[in-house]
T-cell receptor, first 114, second 114 residues
């Protein structure tokens, strides 16, 4: 069964550094998402992306965050200047032909900011 | 304020029994509601989606109900097995943005004892 893959599985970065998290969504999916989960807390929506543009972003997704689909397969999340509070699991998800569809999640990147 | 609430206490049941998990929400009018399973260190895995005009959905040993008057969804696992032990998340759309954004509950941890 096709799956969403994320790399790296664990990223350790110094505060203030830039980090790029990578995702390969399921190939025929059209809608892409990033969520994060701070340890012990809820999964929180960050951003949705469709037709090469952001369709919605949350308050967490400030100017330090950006997303890109640089080619037909990758979907990236960049944090420009990381803060301690950015430490979390970051999940990429994709869904098929409409927004009211199941979302398929990757296993996440654990981001640790020192 | 808007809230999604799931039982924060873990649910412990004996193998073979039916597990029932509850998801209540306030101040949302979702078009659909989804249930996911999350194992430690893994991403959420989609289980079932139910739309606002559907009362009940089944898949193998799983059943979900959706009562938009009570603003509640119930998730049932019949003939439970130790392998069903995991955290179960409910998620809904906010009913207005139509971007696929999901809002998650904090999850209920189910422990099935042999």
């Amino acid at each position: 069964e096709p799956e969403v893959t994320q790399t790296p599985s664990h990223q350790v970065t110094q505060m203030g550094q830039e980090v790029i998290l990578r995702c390969v969504p399921i190939s025929n999916h059209l809608y892409f998402y990033w969520y994060r989960q701070i340890l012990g807390q809820k999964v929180e929506f960050l951003v949705s992306f469709y037709n090469n543009e952001i369709s919605e972003k949350s308050e967490i997704f400030d100017d330090q965050f950006s997303v890109e689909r640089p080619d037909g397969s990758n979907f990236t999340l960049k944090i420009r200047s990381t803060k301690l509070e950015d430490s979390a699991m970051y999940f990429c998800a994709s869904s098929g032909q409409g927004v009211n569809q199941p979302q398929h999640f990757g296993d996440g990147t654990r981001l640790s900011i020192l | 304020s808007q809230k999604i609430e799931q039982n924060s206490e873990a649910l412990n049941i004996q193998e073979g029994k039916t597990a029932t998990l509850t998801c209540n929400y306030t101040n949302y009018s979702p078009a659909y509601l989804q249930w996911y399973r999350q194992d430690p260190g893994r991403g959420p895995v989609f289980l079932l989606l139910i739309r606002e005009n559907e009362k009940e959905k089944r898949k193998e040993r799983l059943k979900v109900t959706f009562d938009t008057t009570l603003k509640q969804s119930l998730f049932h696992i019949t003939a439970s097995q130790p392998a069903d032990s995991a955290t179960y998340l409910c998620a809904l759309d906010d009913g207005s943005s139509n971007t696929g954004k999901l809002i998650f509950g904090q999850g209920t941890t189910l422990q099935v004892k042999p």
